[in-house]
């Protein structure tokens, strides 16, 4: 079982707030309805993170089951407070290894430092 608690209070970058919009149709002819995000957040904050992580799931014979497992709520009051609680951090980002070519440009250049530092070295030595 997955816990999600203060979902009313979820941060989102740009002008998405504006300009993402959640659309249903209701059935009826030219019934399309829409809402944005300024709006459903209003509305019930807890279901732009269910359709969110709904979204995101694989769309196989297993998406329900673990939709129903998912639990969100919207401040920091639960009915789950005898269960101790993880929060969860979010991993650091593994950045891609440098290309070959530019990895050795780099290692050069480190070295033609370190060579340039240990002259200047040597020359204030004897100056002394």
Same mark, same amino acid.
């Given at each position: 079982?997955?816990?999600?608690?203060? /979902?009313?209070?979820?941060?989102?970058?740009?002008? =998405? +707030?504006? $300009?993402?919009?959640? &659309?249903?149709?209701?059935?009826?002819? *030219?019934?399309?309805?829409?809402?944005?995000?300024?709006?459903?957040?209003?509305?019930?904050?807890?279901?732009?993170?269910?359709? /969110?992580?709904?979204?995101?799931?694989?769309?196989? =014979? +297993?998406? $329900?089951?673990?939709? &129903?497992?998912?639990?969100?709520?919207? *401040?920091?009051?639960?009915?789950?407070?005898?269960?101790?609680?993880?929060?969860?951090?979010?991993?650091?980002?593994?950045?891609?290894?440098?290309?070959?070519?530019?990895?050795?440009?780099?290692?050069?250049?480190?070295?033609?430092?370190?060579?340039?530092?240990?002259?200047?070295?040597?020359?204030?030595?004897?100056?002394?």
């Amino acid at each position: 079982m997955c816990i999600v608690i203060n /979902a009313k209070d979820i941060c989102v970058t740009g002008k =998405k +707030l504006t $300009d993402k919009v959640y &659309r249903w149709h209701t059935g009826y002819v *030219g019934h399309l309805k829409e809402r944005t995000l300024k709006d459903q957040m209003a509305k019930d904050p807890t279901e732009v993170i269910r359709k /969110a992580v709904f979204r995101m799931l694989p769309k196989n =014979k +297993l998406q $329900d089951d673990r939709d &129903r497992k998912l639990r969100i709520f919207g *401040g920091s009051e639960h009915p789950f407070t005898d269960r101790p609680l993880e929060g969860f951090v979010m991993p650091p980002r593994k950045v891609r290894e440098m290309r070959p070519r530019v990895r050795r440009a780099m290692i050069r250049a480190q070295k033609k430092a370190e060579q340039s530092d240990a002259i200047k070295q040597a020359i204030k030595d004897k100056k002394n």
